[in-house]
């Protein structure tokens, strides 16, 4: 074997982008047929659809995700800690989705073409939002469960958890901050064969491959088993205990229950099945041209479609809700008021601003603890 075609080896197995969100800094690796295996096709790939698929997640994830902020901020008090949770999870997916960009212009130049810093406040903000995301959705499954199936154990338990919100909110940030702290040091730009990237770069005598595979391991924990872990158990008995109760709304419920459970997975496991794979195959140095092919093109459109979550986590847990879907009608009305205020000055608003006072009051004295985004 060459010493040329070694070194191609090497810098694919530490400086491939095994974490997503960037751009691998190889064009070519070993195959048993070949001396060298292009991976410009790949490329050319991701630089159309990777920029035009994050474009469409940012502007979608942050009108539906501003929405939910609105209408928590003016039109709905938070009353539950899944109210709580979920207006953190919207603040977590506008503070995620804003990251896309940066990378969508990165797939389409081929290169980071920002600065150092930037570099490392984009690996990090990105890690941490999304694994936010991904434990407040495990904090949501956990509340829904204490508030359906304990209802009649846990009342004092959800009042002292709703009086402490912001203290359970911050643990989670932190927890978040902590397990991505990594992207801040080890993330940089710096020259690949000619190019800029913006990825993990390991200090002098640490073993990437062992960098790599804990990265891996931290990201499929909290990002994916930990999650579902919680999620099949506390559904599985707020779904018993639904069926067991005499609610006409009982059914529909249901339905919405089944359909988070069935969006996360079908959103979730063919991203961390490819991260599974990319995992196995680290440090191997007979790895296949068509196999590496394949698995550069699963990992941009998994990825993709993982990141598609934060568009459905609006429609999922907020305005599939009666109660939710009223509030968004009536910020539709209030946007539209003050359009024809300014082209009317004689137009009043005063009316429209009263009934929304009215409706969030009277909605406020109707709710109760036990109301749940499954059942708005």
């Not at 410009?40 to 902020?69: D, M, T, W």
């Not at 495990?138 to 958890?161: E, G, H, N, P, W």
């Not at 891996?216 to 639904?242: A, E, R």
Request: glycine letters at 4%; a positive charge.
């Amino acid at each position: 074997m060459s010493g040329e075609a070694m070194d191609a080896v090497s810098v694919f197995s530490i400086n491939d982008d095994d974490l997503g969100s960037g751009n691998s800094s190889l064009d070519y690796l070993l195959d048993d047929d070949s001396l060298l295996c292009s991976l410009q096709e790949v490329r050319e790939f991701s630089e159309l659809f990777v920029p035009i698929a994050y474009s469409l997640i940012c502007v979608f994830g942050l009108l539906g995700n501003i929405l939910v902020v609105v209408t928590f901020a003016f039109y709905k008090k938070a009353k539950s800690m899944t109210d709580v949770y979920l207006l953190n999870m919207a603040i977590a997916d506008i503070l995620f989705v804003l990251t896309l960009p940066f990378w969508a212009v990165s797939h389409a130049t081929g290169e980071w073409i920002f600065s150092n810093a930037t570099c490392k406040l984009m690996k990090g903000i990105y890690a941490i939002n999304f694994n936010c995301g991904m434990l407040l959705l495990t904090c949501i499954s956990m509340d829904r469960y204490i508030a359906i199936v304990q209802a009649t154990k846990s009342f004092r338990l959800r009042s002292r958890t709703l009086a402490h919100r912001g203290i359970i909110c911050l643990v989670v940030w932190v927890v978040s901050v902590l397990i991505s702290g990594w992207t801040f040091m080890f993330n940089q730009k710096y020259n690949v064969q000619g190019s800029d990237v913006c990825e993990p770069r390991y200090h002098e005598g640490s073993n990437p491959i062992k960098w790599k595979l804990l990265m891996l391991g931290l990201q499929l924990l909290f990002g994916f088993f930990i999650p579902l872990v919680f999620m099949i158990f506390c559904y599985m008995f707020i779904v018993k205990t639904l069926v067991q109760a005499q609610n006409s709304k009982r059914h529909k419920a249901i339905r919405v229950i089944i359909a988070v459970v069935l969006v996360f997975l079908a959103c979730q496991i063919p991203h961390n099945m490819v991260l599974l794979v990319t995992a196995v195959q680290l440090g191997r140095m007979n790895r296949l041209c068509h196999n590496q092919k394949l698995l550069a093109y699963a990992t941009n459109v998994t990825e993709v479609l993982a990141f598609l979550h934060c568009c459905l986590n609006p429609v999922l847990y907020a305005f599939i809700g009666q109660k939710f879907r009223s509030y968004f009608l009536k910020i539709v009305k209030d946007l539209w008021c003050v359009r024809r205020r300014q082209k009317a000055p004689g137009f009043s608003c005063s009316r429209l601003h009263s009934e929304t006072f009215i409706s969030r009051q009277n909605s406020e004295t109707v709710d109760n603890d036990n109301a749940s985004s499954f059942t708005m």
